[in-house]
Each structure stands twice: as structure tokens, then as C-alpha cells.
């Protein structure tokens, strides 16, 4: 069982940036993919941004060349760096673990973007 926990939400203005961090109780190398997912009010949660255990990166086209996804292995933590951030990113924001077998969530962490 791994554990996630999100932090580094918040309130932010138009055009300002925030730094989600997820901390893993685990090894996150036994994952094949780690995610970042939002879900705002009234509407389905969505991917935001994802990391294959090959290094490679997946972004949804909304927040394309704003938001950057990494890990560090060695810590065990997922981060997403969010530039420019835009009303309609406001949402909660939750960290996904994921292998064949199995898959975790974060409790999620609030973002909100308003002047």
C-alpha cells in the first residue's frame, strides 16, 4: 500500500505560478506511470500531465507548454510546475500512482486562479 500526499496549492492570480508536490511512502520507481489529475466543480476529472517510468511526458492541450511534470526518485515525489496559470485552471489537483496491478490517489490539493 503507498500512500500520496499533494501539496502546494493555493490562491494564485492570472498569470501566476504554483508548484504542486506529491510525496510518495513508497518506491516510486515500481510505477510505470505518474500522473497529475484535476477535477473542477460540476465536471469530470481530467488528466493534466503524465510521466512513463521511461521519461517520457503526456500533457493535456489546455495546458500545454505551461506546466511541466517531474519526479525525483530518489525522494519519492512527484512535482508539477504550473506557469501562467489561467482562471479556468482552477481545481483540485490529485497525484496518481499507477502500475498494471495497481493504483493510487493523493487526497488532493485545491488550486485556485482568481483576481
Known amino acids: 500500500q503507498v500512500q500520496l500526499v499533494e501539496s502546494g496549492g493555493g490562491l494564485v492570480r492570472p498569470g501566476g505560478s504554483l508548484r504542486l508536490s506529491c510525496a510518495a511512502s513508497?518506491?516510486?520507481?515500481?510505477?510505470?506511470?505518474l500522473g497529475w489529475y484535476r477535477q473542477a466543480p460540476g465536471k469530470q476529472r481530467e488528466m493534466v500531465a503524465l510521466l512513463s517510468n521511461l521519461g517520457s511526458t503526456h500533457y493535456a492541450d489546455s495546458v500545454e507548454d505551461r506546466f511541466t511534470i517531474s519526479a525525483d526518485k530518489l525522494a519519492s515525489t512527484v512535482s508539477l510546475q504550473m506557469n501562467n496559470l489561467k482562471p479556468e485552471d482552477t481545481a483540485v489537483y490529485y497525484c496518481?500512482?499507477?502500475?498494471?496491478?495497481?493504483?493510487?490517489w493523493g487526497q488532493g490539493t485545491q488550486v485556485t486562479v482568481s483576481s
Open positions: 496518481n500512482a499507477w502500475a498494471p496491478s495497481s493504483s493510487y
Open positions: 513508497g518506491d516510486i520507481s515500481a510505477f510505470n506511470i
